[in-house]
């Protein structure tokens, strides 16, 4: 979807997505040192605002404007400061070392440009940083619950994990995530990588 579709959907609904953290996000970076942050595809900025809220030094990024300004409301109605910046990830500029968190949550993009997004923001986290991915995975089309039905925007662990060089990669692993619906619990299939960048000389 291009940033028009997102904004038409972020313009349809108040809010598309939670207004609190996606749970994993905050199950596995919750209470670490806070530091410079980048959300990829930050959306409606749910998780960036959250990390602002924990000391993070937040930009969130995102091709929807619309995107973004609810982000902003949502960073005033908690008061916290985020910046944002509208842009589209296949160009924006990440920098190299930069960032001691580098977020991507649930950013649907197919490939060969998933890959390229994935291989810099992983250039793009500084020694001693974190990556943390997380996505529909593609068993979800079929198995899980919600998400995208085009697995060629969906993710897997593998092909995540290839583009890590010189991280400690803590975490990789289809996970379950619990969905209430109209129809009753259900469960979606994410992928999931953590990985930690080495302090110092292996690049
Ligand atoms: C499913 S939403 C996830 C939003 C947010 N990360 C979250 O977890 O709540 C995907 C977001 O990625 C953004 N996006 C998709 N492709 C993009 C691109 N090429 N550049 C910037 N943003 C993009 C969309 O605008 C949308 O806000």
Redesign the pocket.
């Known amino acids: 979807m291009n940033?028009q579709g997102?904004d038409d959907r972020y313009r349809d609904a108040e809010f598309v997505?939670s207004v609190g953290p996606?749970e994993t996000v905050q199950k596995y970076l919750h209470g670490l040192t806070p530091g410079s942050a980048l959300?990829l595809?930050?959306?409606?900025c749910?998780?960036a605002v959250w990390l602002a809220s924990q000391g993070w030094n937040v930009t969130a990024?995102?091709?929807?404007r619309i995107?973004l300004d609810k982000g902003r409301k949502l960073a005033a109605n908690k008061g916290v400061d985020v910046t944002f910046v509208v842009?589209?990830?296949?160009i924006f500029d990440m920098g190299y070392r930069a960032w001691d968190l580098v977020l991507v949550?649930?950013?649907?993009?197919p490939n060969p440009q998933r890959l390229s997004v994935l291989e810099r923001a992983a250039e793009a986290v500084a020694p001693d940083g974190l990556l943390m991915v997380i996505a529909h995975d593609r068993s979800n089309v079929a198995d899980g619950w919600g998400g995208p039905p085009d697995e060629a925007v969906c993710y897997s662990v593998e092909e995540t994990v290839s583009v890590l060089h010189g991280f400690d990669v803590q975490i990789a692993g289809v996970i379950e995530r619990d969905v209430d619906t109209e129809s009753g619990p259900r469960v979606a299939l994410d992928t999931l990588v953590v990985a930690h960048r080495a302090k110092t000389g292996v690049s």
Not at 87 to 90: C, F, G, K, P
Not at 105 to 109: A, D, E, G, P
Request: glycine share 12%; aromatic share 16%; hydrophobic share 40%.
């Open positions: 940033a997102w997505w996606n959300d595809g930050a959306g409606e749910r998780n990024v995102d091709f929807s995107g842009a589209d990830v296949e949550s649930y950013l649907q993009i």
